[in-house]
């Protein structure tokens, strides 16, 4: 069952500075959802967000909240009420922890009976429960943007607009917040925007990814999807298919295609999901995590594509490597430290790649008589 949009955009435009910096033409948000913006820096992200929290005057387009357009100065206040942001910097008060996690509920005219279990509630979800009455100015990154969303969450809002939210943290503090969000969100199924350059925090929190370059949306789709199946080349390496191979259709049939790669590669052939029409170049996609390296062929593999080639580079990747490699093309692979002692991985190695079929995504096709 396709859950009810809570927030719609239609040709939304804003300018900034007198110049365009956003055209979506259109964006919804669906109750319970979370949805990443992924892009790289001045992408428009935080615009588009500011955007969607009515927060940003428009040049064109509207919202609609339920259904129903947001004309009205009034329905535009009543409809942030509705909505709270964190940003990238917390903006706390010099106050204390609990005087800054009940600002809202104070503003909105709660009284102190009902503030103080709400303020602890949520203070304890977030793991500062025994932070209450530090000062704001003695914290931590972490503890400090844990407060901004127990600030948030504590107001029960409809949509949740989270801005860059890890961007200033160091990778403990990073990594323990993303696994806590994580779980508040699916817990309370908050409906959530969160803007990001960072495609495993996007691959951990949301369902939804809208992915967007200059002003613009590129591809916007569920969180697999995007993340398989990027519609472009620039899509593609943002959500960190590494791997892009340009080749010529030799066979196609029940969506199984035969790739012949070019001249530099030796004409060889790798098998892909997609359709296409032989004699037709394409463009294949393969994420790294979904290349298996080996010192020889596995021949009980289920993996139809292997690959000897020698070892060009290896470069950390959080708890991976990431191993490139010359197979006649350029392959990437990750690799735990585990596997990268055992096979004793080292620069001018020699090493067996292989993929399945269904790790090779079809990512655009181009011309029948294109060069390869
Ligand atoms: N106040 C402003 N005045 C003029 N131009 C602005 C203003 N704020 C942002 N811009 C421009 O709008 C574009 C989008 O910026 P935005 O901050 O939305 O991008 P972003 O994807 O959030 O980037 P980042 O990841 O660096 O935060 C950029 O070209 C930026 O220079």
Same mark, same amino acid.
């Given at each position: 069952m396709s859950r009810a949009t809570v927030l719609e955009a239609r040709g939304l435009k804003v300018l900034r500075g007198g110049t365009q910096v956003l055209d979506v033409p259109a964006l919804g948000l669906r109750a319970g959802e979370v949805l990443a913006l992924m892009g790289p820096n001045g992408a428009g992200k935080s615009t588009l967000m500011l955007a969607l929290a009515g927060l940003l005057p428009l040049s064109g387009g509207t919202l609609l909240y339920q259904g129903v357009e947001l004309r009205s100065r009034s329905e535009r206040e009543a409809f942030r009420r509705r909505m709270t942001m964190v940003f990238?910097?917390?903006?706390? $008060?010099? &106050?204390?922890v609990a005087q800054n996690i009940a600002t809202g509920l104070k503003l909105r005219g709660v009284p102190a009976a009902l503030r103080e279990p709400a303020v602890r509630a949520w203070a304890g979800r977030l793991g500062i429960g025994h932070l209450?009455?530090?000062?704001?100015?003695?914290?931590s990154g972490g503890e400090a943007q844990r407060t901004a969303l127990a600030r948030a969450f504590v107001l029960g809002p409809e949509i949740l607009f989270l801005d860059?939210? $890890?961007? &200033?943290?160091d990778a403990p503090a990073r990594e323990g917040l993303l696994d806590d969000l994580g779980h508040i969100l699916a817990e309370t199924g908050s409906t959530a925007v969160i803007s990001t350059h960072d495609q495993g925090e996007a691959a951990r929190l949301a369902h939804r990814l809208a992915v967007m370059q200059g002003g613009t949306l590129l591809q916007t789709g569920g969180l697999r999807e995007v993340m398989?199946?990027?519609?472009d080349p620039i899509v593609a390496a943002f959500v960190g298919m590494e791997t892009l191979l340009r080749g010529q259709v030799a066979t196609c049939g029940e969506g199984l295609l035969t790739l012949r790669l070019g001249k530099g590669s030796g004409g060889q052939e790798v098998l892909a999901i997609g359709e296409a029409q032989p004699g037709q170049t394409v463009l294949v996609g393969i994420r790294p995590e979904n290349v298996t390296l080996s010192l020889?062929?596995?021949?009980?593999?289920?993996?139809?594509n292997a690959f000897p080639g020698t070892v060009t580079k290896i470069l950390p990747r959080g708890p991976f490597f990431k191993v490139e490699l010359d197979c006649g093309f350029f392959l990437a692979a990750y690799v735990t430290a585990q596997s990268l002692a055992e096979l004793d991985l080292r620069p001018g190695g020699a090493v067996v790649a292989s993929f399945k079929a269904t790790a090779a995504h079809l990512i655009r096709r181009e011309g029948l008589d294109a060069e390869v």
């Open positions: 990238q910097d917390p903006l706390l $008060f010099d &106050a204390t209450l009455d530090r000062s704001a100015r003695h914290l860059e939210p $890890f961007a &200033a943290l398989n199946h990027p519609q020889q062929t596995d021949k009980s593999s289920s993996a139809r």
